[in-house]
Every structure is written in C-alpha cells, then in structure tokens.
C-alpha cells in the first residue's frame, strides 16, 4: 500500500497544500524582484541596452513563453496595422513591460486580451481587457508606488508593476496612458520612438 501510494504521488490535500505553497513562493519572489527594481530605477542603475528590434518578433516570443499554455486556454489576440518594421528597443526592458501589461489583462480580465501594435510616425502598442476596470477617482494614483484600487483588493499584486512599466517605457523615449471605465475594461497603450 505504501508503495502504491508513492507511485501515485502525494494525496490531494497535500497536493493543494503543496501548490499553495509554490503560488506564495513565486508572489513573493515576484515582489522582492519589484521592490529590487524599484531600488535600480531610483539610483538610476537600470540597465539599458537598446538595439534594433523586430518587435513583432518579440512581441510572439514573450507570448509563446508567457502566456502560450494557460490552463484556461485564454489566448493573446494580437493585431497589427501599418507596415512593420523594426524598432530600437532594450529587449529586457520591453519584455518586461509587455509580460506585465498582458499579465494585468489576464488577471482582470475573463476573455481573451487584444495586444495592438501600429506602427507610423512612431509605435503605438494597446493593451485592451473587457475586464474589471480601474474606478474613475483612483486612476490618477495608478502609477504611485503600492497603489492598487480597491476593486483588486482581492487579487494579488504588489502595486510596483505599473511604476515600473511607466520608468521603462520613459527610458525608451515614450509615454504610457491608461483609459478604463469600471466594470468594461482598460486599455494601456504606449508609445516608443522609431529609429
């Protein structure tokens, strides 16, 4: 019987407690890397390496490696308009910037997140959820360290990962703007330079 059972793997009960345990280890991984960045950005020793970039390239990689099997079979939406081409960009730093945006759309969110790239007189790229929404009288404080709306209380994030994305999309030259309406969606659309 005991043999049996360690062929099986561990119970169930000790299989949740064990998938607790790993979830909580990574939040906090996660968090500690945060704050350890915020801590770079404010000495200013953010490693910035910009190169040019096939960003549509990058944008399937960090989607493939990120969000290619959910257990929920969500998928990333991804749309193009305009002519691509390619872009001087810290692959880090905007893969970041990306993981955390579709993360955000994922985790706010019950159906698939629209990821828009155009490309023009510069790159203009939209991260767009149906999801929760930000409340209208909170969305000024979005990029304030561990400001998190009330509406997320209950969804865990650390309130670093905005912050970090505005600092890394400002050191590439660009602007970041969020539009939300409670219980519709959030659209997160930045801007990079080309050349």
């Keep these: 019987m005991h043999l049996e059972r360690s062929i099986q793997g561990p119970p169930p009960a000790v299989s949740r407690h064990l998938e607790t345990i790993e ?63 390619r872009v001087s960009v810290d692959q880090k730093l905007i893969s970041h910037v990306l993981v955390n945006l579709l993360s955000n759309a994922f985790k706010f969110s019950q159906s698939n997140p629209k990821l828009l790239i155009r490309f023009g007189a510069q790159v203009v790229i939209s991260v767009i959820d149906q999801g929760i929404g930000i409340p209208a009288e909170e969305q000024a404080h979005l990029f304030q360290t561990f400001f998190r709306a009330k509406n997320v209380v209950n969804i865990h994030g650390s309130g670093l990962g905005l912050v970090i994305v505005r600092e890394f999309v400002e050191l590439h030259g660009g602007t970041i703007r969020i539009d939300s309406v409670e219980h519709e969606g959030t659209t997160v659309t930045f801007t990079l330079l080309k050349g």
């Design 23 to 85: 979830r909580e280890i990574a939040n906090f991984s996660e968090l500690l890397t945060d704050i350890l960045t915020i801590g770079k950005i404010d000495v200013g020793r953010i490693s910035f390496h910009p190169e040019p970039v096939d960003l549509v390239a990058l944008t399937n990689r960090v989607i493939e490696t990120h969000f290619a099997d959910r257990k929920d079979n969500r998928v990333v939406d991804v749309l193009i308009e305009g002519e691509p081409e």
